[in-house]
């Protein structure tokens, strides 16, 4: 079953602006990650944030999670062109804690 | 150094055939996984191992098999290859338990005719 779904499907930008990106989520978890595909290629993991921390940075990147609305969203500041790529967000599910992936949003950054 | 490989990269290969896709980690992890995404995108787990030993087999066709020779190796045989398998093949790895961060390999790109 779905476990993320992320939000929107697909976002169009200029270079210099700041994306937002949205997640949504089902039932209680650990921790929520963040996951970057380029074209192409595997999945890189961004960043992880855990069921007791409201917020966390990494670079140009912020995340925060909501646990009482089961939310989280991804804030990537001062966006490059080298950012277009599907973001993923997913989250520990089950008794096996297997990663669930939503289904991803494309951003595209126009230089 | 490439911390997850995955060979081939591209397999075509037409329907009924056997396959073999291989994955090796050089990080030192004890947990590997394969993960299929198909056309829209979505990823979905299909198996995991844990130093060698099955902990996460999801619905999916016995002519899916998981091989692990080693801990720093899963290979995915697949047998009697269908249309419906054509999709892309991730294969990850994580340090402890499955619910933490994972890395991924470049992915194989099956198509099957």
């Known amino acids: 079953s779905q476990q993320g779904e992320e939000d929107p499907q697909a976002l169009s930008i200029q270079e210099g602006e700041n994306a937002t990106m949205n997640c949504s989520y089902k039932?209680?978890?650990?921790?929520l990650q963040w996951y970057r595909q380029n074209s192409g290629r595997g999945l890189v993991h961004l960043i992880l944030?855990?069921?007791?921390?409201r917020e966390k940075h990494s670079g140009r990147l912020r995340v925060t999670l909501d646990t009482s609305k089961k939310s989280s969203s991804l804030l990537i500041t001062a966006s490059r062109a080298a950012d277009t790529a599907s973001y993923f967000c997913?989250?520990?599910?089950?008794?096996?804690?297997?990663?669930?992936f939503g289904k991803g949003t494309k951003l595209t950054v126009n230089p | 150094d490439t911390a997850v490989s995955q060979t081939p990269k591209y397999l075509v290969t037409q329907m009924g055939n056997d396959k073999s896709i291989k994955c090796e980690q050089n990080?030192?992890?004890?947990?590997m996984y394969w993960y299929k995404q198909d056309s829209k995108k979505f990823l979905k787990i299909m198996f995991s191992?844990?130093?060698?030993?099955?902990?996460i087999n999801e619905t999916v066709p016995n002519r899916f098999s998981p091989k692990s020779p080693d801990k720093a190796h899963l290979n995915l045989h697949i047998n009697s290859l269908e249309l419906g398998d054509s999709a892309v093949y991730f294969c990850?790895?994580?340090?402890?338990?499955?619910?933490?961060?994972?890395?991924f390999g470049p992915g194989t790109r099956l198509l099957v005719l």
């Open positions: 990080l030192g992890h004890d947990t």
């Open positions: 997913a989250t520990p599910q089950g008794g096996s804690e297997k990663l669930v």
């Open positions: 944030i855990r069921s007791n921390e």
């Open positions: 191992y844990n130093n060698k030993e099955l902990i």
């Open positions: 039932t209680s978890i650990n921790n």
């Open positions: 990850a790895s994580s340090q402890d338990e499955p619910g933490e961060t994972q890395y």
